[in-house]
């Protein structure tokens, strides 16, 4: 359920207003990551990705609360994992409960792609020391992944793997 007075929608790409905000976002919230404006940019504009936006449309300046992607990407065994690619907060509304309905809207269109595409599982990657975002994935069911190699992203930042079974809507338990 979306609380008032927000909307939901999905991107199109003819929305480059939408766009600039999006990857304007991203950059402000992934900045110790490395350059994000032109990685989220580039998830936007592939088919495979979808991009959800969360827009408070009575706010006078800029009307993104936040955004979530979804994906699906083929492991090295060839099969598919759902993967949440990214979710981001506007700075002025995080620790405000949108997390979690970015996170239901993402995890539902997994559920959505799996009828037709089965997949291994549902995956994100986290900063280990990024405590709330653990803490908002843990509460979706994402337990963090033993580490086989130690990965980070492009800035140095170590990197952690958290993953969760995927099911057919209303199968959940």
């Given at each position: 359920m979306i609380p008032p007075p927000y909307v939901f929608f999905t991107w199109n790409s003819r929305d480059k207003v939408r766009f600039r905000a999006v990857t304007e976002l991203a950059q402000e919230a992934f900045l110790r990551f490395g350059e994000y404006r032109e990685?989220?940019?580039?998830?936007?504009?592939?088919?495979?990705?979808?991009?959800?936006?969360?827009?408070?449309?009575?706010?006078?300046?800029?009307?993104l609360a936040g955004f979530i992607q979804v994906?699906?990407?083929?492991?090295?065994?060839?099969?598919?994992?759902?993967?949440?690619?990214?979710?981001?907060?506007?700075?002025?509304?995080?620790?405000?409960?949108?997390?979690?309905?970015?996170?239901?809207?993402?995890?539902?269109?997994?559920?959505?792609?799996?009828?037709?595409?089965?997949?291994?599982?549902?995956?994100?990657?986290?900063?280990?020391d990024n405590e709330p975002a653990i803490r908002l994935f843990s509460r979706f069911g994402f337990t963090l992944v033993p580490?086989?190699?130690?990965?980070?992203?492009?800035?140095?930042?170590?990197?952690?793997?958290?993953?969760r079974p995927v099911f057919l809507p209303g199968e959940e338990p």
């Open positions: 990685f989220i940019g580039r998830l936007m504009a592939r088919e495979d990705v979808i991009t959800g936006l969360l827009i408070e449309p009575d706010h006078p300046d800029d009307d994906g699906l990407i083929p492991d090295e065994d060839g099969r598919v994992l759902g993967n949440i690619l990214a979710i981001a907060i506007a700075p002025r509304l995080r620790f405000n409960s949108l997390g979690p309905v970015l996170m239901r809207w993402a995890i539902e269109q997994i559920q959505y792609l799996h009828k037709n595409t089965p997949m291994k599982c549902i995956q994100l990657t986290v900063a280990p580490e086989e190699v130690e990965h980070h992203y492009a800035s140095g930042v170590r990197a952690r793997d958290m993953s």
